[in-house]
């Protein structure tokens, strides 16, 4: 058999034991989890690779944490809220520029902006809000 379909065989049974265990020891911390994955399937597939229907390839080359896209969503809410839809999508755009500059910059150069970064990317960075 393939690895790839005996692993989320092995997640599922992993999940069984859990919630047996959740019952037989009235672990309501447990059980409430396990409530919230079962009303929200898509949430293990996104954490995990097991569940996951992504190609491995695709998998293993994105970011192991969600850093860039809540830093985004930050910047998004940085000025505003509430704005008209033309104001929104204009904004929406700079952000995404600026994040995308930023990634290119990390990438070509090697330097990454993060707090307390005093790179040339920061100071654009600074500059451009």
């Not at 037989?24 to 911390?29: F, G, L, Q, R």
């Not at 079962?38 to 970011?63: E, H, I, Q």
């Not at 830093?71 to 704005?83: T, Y």
């Not at 104001?87 to 500059?101: C, H, I, P, Y």
Request: with cysteine.
């Amino acid at each position: 058999m393939i690895p790839e379909l005996i692993i989320p065989d092995h997640v599922h049974n992993v999940l069984m034991r859990a919630r047996e265990f959740a019952v037989n020891n009235s672990n309501d911390v447990l059980m409430n989890w396990i409530k919230h994955k079962d009303a929200n399937p898509w949430v293990l597939t996104c954490v995990t690779f097991a569940l996951s229907k992504m190609g491995r390839s695709d998998w293993y080359s994105t970011s192991v944490d969600t850093n860039i896209a809540e830093s985004a969503h930050a910047q998004s809410q940085k000025d505003r809220v509430k704005l008209t839809l033309v104001t929104a999508v204009k904004k929406g755009e700079r952000v995404d520029l600026l994040m995308f500059s930023l990634e290119q910059a990390a990438i070509s150069d090697g330097i990454s902006t993060k707090y307390g970064n005093r790179s040339m990317s920061d100071w654009a960075r600074q500059n451009l809000i």
